[in-house]
């Protein structure tokens, strides 16, 4: 609590020592507006599930059948609009999210590329993640999702026992998880990561460290730890709180976190962020964007996104967030081109709040230049230009403590699952 209570104080000091003068005690002026970046990640959800997991309050659905060719052709159209709405003229990666886009046929992964190189430059070899679930993970799917275009693949592994996966509600078994990994490391080798989720009800330090162990030797080189979070309205919250299920100690929890980042680090893997760990240089393209605080663009039901509408004469990043309900989004992008529900325009000091959130998370931190970077206006000048916002933010006490760096909750873009936006 020292530290969260001493940061606003430093990031005063900081301001005041910029280019510019002024300083806490001064009442910061305008910051310039700036062009924003033409780059920016592409997050596209597919919103449909087989079933939903006894945990699961994301922006997902189950229903009797799919008209993909409908769903597809809004994806593709809602990209065409952002892309040009954005004048985003090179997209860096591409994260298919969900939901379960490894449901989507490999056509549906292939004319949202397509589009998106249409639209904007996709250099060869730009990271394009494909999230899957074991149970829907043939070796031939893969093959058809490589061929389309993917060349990483997330897979929703999240225990290697049998009756953790029933309670958690999953429809594969350890065995077919197994399986569906080492399918996919043939095809994606070096570019398959795999999820798993600790704090379970019941769980033991003891049986998380054997799963650990046994994911161990199981997957490549990039692997994402979740603690379970008990959402309210979900089938696992309900029973913990009836007394069904116990739930877990916050020290045990804690104890768990250490112990899997001290196998992992221990084993070779860079601890990069507060829940994901890579070896031999697998960092995620698409999330450390997110964890930079650059633009992406999100597509599909209920996804988020942050850019500026360059092509509608725009200057300021806005927080976008589409239709949350698939209907109701296709009806809104075949009238108007995209179904954009929500768009908040970002202040700069909102900006460099979520910066800092963000940047916090991370192993790399910040320096003193991102947030003249992320301004767009890098050196003194960048510099000069964050000072107001830097001073704004530690007079009002809202610059985030190294403490304090979760910017959200289980429903977060920034949460749930590596890559998970929507």
Known sequence: MAAARGWPRKVAAVAGALPGGGGPGRAPGPVPETAAPATAALYVHWPYCRKRCSYCNFNTFVVPAVDEAAVRA?????????????????????????????????????????????????PAGAEVTLEANPSSTSASALAGFRAAGVNRLSIGVQSLDDAELRMLGREHTAAEARKAVEAARGLFPGRTSIDLLFGLPGQSRDAWAERLEAALGLCDDHISLYQLTLERGTALAAQVRDGALPAPPQDLLADMYQTARNVLVATGFRHYEVSNFAQKGALSTHNLSYWRAEQ???????????????????????????????????????????????????????????????????????????????????????????????????????????????????????????????
């Open 296 to 422: 992406y663009i999100g597509v599909g039901p209920g996804a988020h996104g942050r850019f500026v509408l360059r092509g509608e004469g725009g200057c300021r990043r806005e927080a976008r967030v589409q239709t949350l309900e698939p209907v109701a989004w296709m009806r809104e992008v075949q009238s108007q081109g995209h179904g954009t529900r929500s768009r908040v325009v970002l202040s700069p000091l909102e900006q460099l709040e979520e910066l800092l959130t963000l940047g916090l998370r991370t192993d790399e931190g910040i320096t003193h230049e991102r947030p003249a970077v992320h301004l767009g206006r890098p050196g003194r000048a960048g510099l000069a230009a964050a000072r107001p916002a830097l001073a704004a933010a530690a007079a009002a006490g809202r610059c985030p403590g190294p403490t304090e760096g979760d910017p959200g909750g289980g429903t977060s873009r920034w949460r749930g699952r590596e890559g998970h936006n929507g």
């Open 74 to 122: 809004c994806l593709v159209r809602e990209a065409q609009t952002l892309l040009r709405l954005s004048q985003v003229h090179s997209v860096t990666s591409v994260f298919f999210g969900g939901g379960t886009p490894s449901l989507a046929s490999p056509g549906t992964v292939a004319a949202v590329l397509e589009a998106v190189a249409g639209a904007a430059h996709l």
